[in-house]
């Protein structure tokens, strides 16, 4: 396992509403990014978190936006929900930011909007 | 063209059969790659990391042609414990360390 975890596993929620997703990053890492995965598709990047500041960003509109803690846990934030945000979101946690470093994935939480 | 691009598949391959994804990336300069290996409703985890030419790992080769931008994942004496999806990832390295995807080779192993 990779010490990465995230809750909840599994959303349902309705167009209109707001979701909050969070995650644990394995301990010593300093860095969150977030990604979400349409079925069939390969993740998309979202945004990164390094020592609480974002500091990289997606496609992705301000609907979406997250928070990175002190002990470097995390928060993705969706207003406003789309049907097409039903996806599997998944943060990656790593150490440092900015070079090819391996990102660990946790088990990812999934979002069905009705 | 995609950032990254991957025959999505399925590989249908028997036990024991020798099977590669390709793979093409349209940034020249991408130094590094990486092939995750995603499981059915699971998240993606790291199977191989290619620096240069090429790395191995047991039944795994990964081959990185830079002139024609194209990785790829070479599986030996599939097992059926092999099915999943493989997926190329070519990181972007500056501010942030973001990773790409491509959609994903579906493989399936059957006896």
């Known amino acids: 396992e990779t010490g990465v975890t995230q809750s909840p596993t599994h959303l349902i929620k309705t167009r209109g509403q707001q979701v909050t997703l969070r995650c644990s990053s394995q301990?010593?890492?300093?860095?969150v990014s977030w990604y979400q995965q349409a079925l069939g598709q390969g993740p998309q990047f979202i945004f990164q978190y390094y020592r609480e500041e974002e500091n990289g960003r997606g496609n992705f509109p301000p609907r979406f936006s997250g928070l990175q803690f002190p002990n470097y846990s995390s928060e993705l934030n969706v207003n406003a929900l789309e049907l097409d945000d039903s996806a599997l979101y998944l943060c990656?946690?790593?150490?440092?930011?900015?070079?090819?470093?391996?990102?660990?994935f946790g088990p990812g939480t999934r979002l069905l909007v009705l | 063209r995609k950032e990254v691009e991957q025959d999505p598949g399925p590989f249908n391959v028997p036990e024991g059969a020798t099977v590669a994804f390709n793979c093409t990336y349209s940034?020249?300069?991408?130094?590094?790659f990486f092939w995750y290996r995603q499981d059915c409703r699971k998240e993606p985890k790291l199977l191989m990391s290619?620096?240069?030419s090429g790395n191995e790992d047991g039944r795994f080769t990964a081959q990185l042609n830079r002139a024609s931008q194209y990785i790829s994942l070479l599986i030996r004496d599939s097992k059926l414990s092999d099915s999943a999806t493989y997926l190329c990832v070519v990181p972007t390295t500056g501010t942030a360390s973001k990773l790409t995807f491509g959609t994903g080779t579906r493989l399936q192993v059957t006896l």
């Open positions: 290619v620096y240069s």
């Open positions: 301990s010593g890492h300093n860095t």
């Open positions: 990656a946690s790593s150490v440092g930011s900015g070079e090819a470093e391996t990102q660990y």
């Open positions: 940034n020249s300069a991408s130094q590094s």
